[in-house]
């Protein structure tokens, strides 16, 4: 049972654009949701990260939207470049020392 | 801010063999550390949790007897892949979750495992 879905699960988008990618979950225990980049052959980079008691965070050109009674948030990427070019990973966890649970990735390309 | 330093980046071994992979939080101290696998163009798959001075917890289909944690200080876990097959050949990443500001997580640099 996959408790992170995550879409799509690739996205190329023109450089500016306004790339967004979606996860959904399906525990209401999970109280920590963090967005990860990851380049090939690296491990994966935090990029932001959002608790449920907030609607909205914004860090630099990136932005989480998190909406709690559908159990749903997602990542925007504001004035995509070619260099954020990347799998994206949503992820999810529970208070307490537990580990994350990831969502299957999404592969954006940054076209010039 | 809070690092694990992840060794080897990458290895290359024969078929049978074993390889150990460390993870050291450099400057906290990881009371637990989780370990993922992650295969080409895939996401990252929790593979197990080891628990300093205890035993590690595995998800299910994990081999333990293949995929041994061992986790004997507050800053020093590994995972030894133990007769190792082609089919093992993966990315192996450790994390470890961090206290204070935000209670996020860290993650190794990942180790690259080949077996031919």
């Known amino acids: 049972q996959q408790q992170v879905k995550q879409s799509p699960q690739s996205l190329i988008v023109q450089k500016g654009g306004i790339p967004i990618i979606n996860c959904a979950y399906e525990n209401t225990a999970f109280d920590y949701f963090p967005w990860y980049q990851q380049f090939p052959g690296k491990g994966p980079a935090l990029l932001i990260a959002?608790?449920?008691?907030?609607s909205e965070k914004k860090e630099g050109r990136f932005t989480i939207s998190f909406n709690k009674s559908a159990k749903q948030f997602s990542l925007h990427i504001m004035d995509s470049q070619p260099g954020d070019s990347a799998t994206y990973f949503c992820a999810a966890s529970i208070e307490g020392n537990t580990p994350l649970v990831f969502g299957k990735g999404t592969r954006l390309s940054v076209i010039a | 801010g809070a690092v694990v330093s992840q060794h080897p980046s990458w290895v290359i071994c024969k078929s049978g063999t074993s390889v150990k992979i460390e993870c050291r939080s450099l400057?906290?101290?990881?009371?637990?550390m989780f370990w993922y696998r992650q295969f080409p163009k895939q996401s990252l798959m929790l593979m197990a949790t080891s628990n300093e001075g205890s035993k590690a917890t595995y998800e299910q289909g994990v081999e333990k007897d293949k995929f041994l944690i061992n986790h004997a200080s507050l800053t020093l876990s590994t995972l030894t892949v133990t007769s190792a097959h082609p089919e093992d050949s993966s990315f192996y990443i450790c994390?470890?979750?961090?206290?204070?500001?935000?209670?996020?997580?860290?993650f190794g640099s990942g180790t690259r495992l080949t077996v031919v």
């Open positions: 959002i608790r449920p008691d907030v």
């Open positions: 994390s470890a979750r961090t206290t204070g500001t935000g209670n996020g997580y860290t």
């Open positions: 400057d906290f101290q990881a009371t637990t």
